[in-house]
């Protein structure tokens, strides 16, 4: 499939998921975020879709990516870190991009403390994903690709 046909969905990975790997195993598993991405980018081949990722750990940088986001992909997969529950400025430029969306977690955010229960991505995105380890990426990319018409 061609870059035109719909079939580019960008991977963010916000605050913290660099650390992947060093952080608490008990919510995160051992895997590293170049692990979690050569995993995402085989996830994305199996269902022809094109992957592109981007990470930081400056919030203005990711709400930069997303004022950018439309011309470089067609959808997005969105794991903000803590920023998920805080960022009103991710969500406005969310909002701005205007591409289908899926948040994911690999933690279950709902069994976690009170505070991370929140999203401010709720009402924007398809779906949040939380609690599947690497796997919910998978599910998000097969909402995606059916959103897409891929």
Excluded: C
């Excluded at 170049?34 to 094109?50: A, N, T, V």
């Excluded at 992957?51 to 004022?67: C, K, M, P, S, W």
């Excluded at 991009?97 to 505070?115: I, K, M």
């Amino acid at each position: 499939m061609s870059p035109t046909a719909h079939n580019r969905v960008e991977v963010l990975h916000g605050v913290n998921l660099d650390a992947l790997g060093r952080r608490d195993p008990d919510h995160y598993g051992t895997i590293t975020l170049p692990e979690l991405e050569f995993r995402i980018k085989r996830f994305g081949q199996e269902l022809d879709l094109e992957i592109a990722f981007f990470q930081t750990n400056h919030e203005g940088d990711y709400v930069e990516r997303l004022h950018r986001l439309p011309e470089v992909a067609d959808a997005a997969i969105l794991n903000p870190g803590a920023w998920t529950h805080y960022s009103w400025a991710i969500r406005d430029a969310l909002e701005i991009a205007g591409l289908p969306a899926v948040e994911v977690h690999l933690s279950d955010v709902t069994e976690r403390e009170e505070w991370r229960r929140e999203s401010v991505l709720d009402g924007l995105v398809l779906a949040s994903v939380s609690g599947k380890g690497p796997a919910g990426y998978r599910d998000a990319l097969k909402l995606l690709r059916e959103k897409l018409g891929a």
